[in-house]
């Protein structure tokens, strides 16, 4: 079953988001804390957005996201910021379960179109996201502005 978060879900999403930093290898990089997303996407000002995956009543995966805005069609979109179905889970349909509900909620909210990012030596979710239809978007690069040089353009 896919349901929108609630408050109360806070601590399993924290739980998802360590479990997605390990797979990813980046355990070391995850300071956020329950408060910092009970806040940001509770709050008054939520700014993201999420799905949970529940099997027999438990949560299993989900997905972050929030709005973005395209300015050559003049409509919103919808920028996946993460994607987790734990292992044990994986093969059940749960993945793209959640991409199905983020879906009709962006067709519901005329949105323009659906994006991620997605580690370039991820061959298994690469190839689930393109069995979805899913394409990757060439001739763009991410750039990333964070830490030390953040605060400094800011000054």
Do not use: Q
Not at 31 to 59: I, K
Not at 86 to 98: C, N, Q, T
Not at 113 to 140: C, K, Q, T
């Amino acid at each position: 079953m896919i349901r929108p978060a609630t408050l109360a879900d806070v601590s399993v999403i924290l739980e998802l988001i360590r479990a997605l930093a390990v797979y990813e290898k980046l355990e070391g990089s995850v300071p956020v804390r329950a408060e910092d997303l009970a806040s940001h996407l509770f709050g008054p000002r939520p700014y993201a957005e999420c799905f949970l995956a529940e099997d027999a009543g438990a949560v299993v995966g989900f997905a972050i996201y929030y709005y973005l805005y395209s300015t050559f069609p003049g409509r919103p979109g919808i920028y996946l910021e993460d994607l987790f179905v734990r292992s044990e889970y994986r093969g059940r349909g749960l993945g793209k379960s959640l991409l199905a509900a983020l879906a009709a909620m962006a067709l519901e909210k005329n949105c323009c179109r659906m994006e991620w990012s997605v580690l370039d030596w991820n061959a298994p979710a690469i190839a689930f996201y393109e069995s979805l239809g899913a394409a990757p978007h060439g001739g763009w690069t991410t750039y990333r502005l964070s830490g030390d040089a953040l605060a400094a353009l800011a000054r």
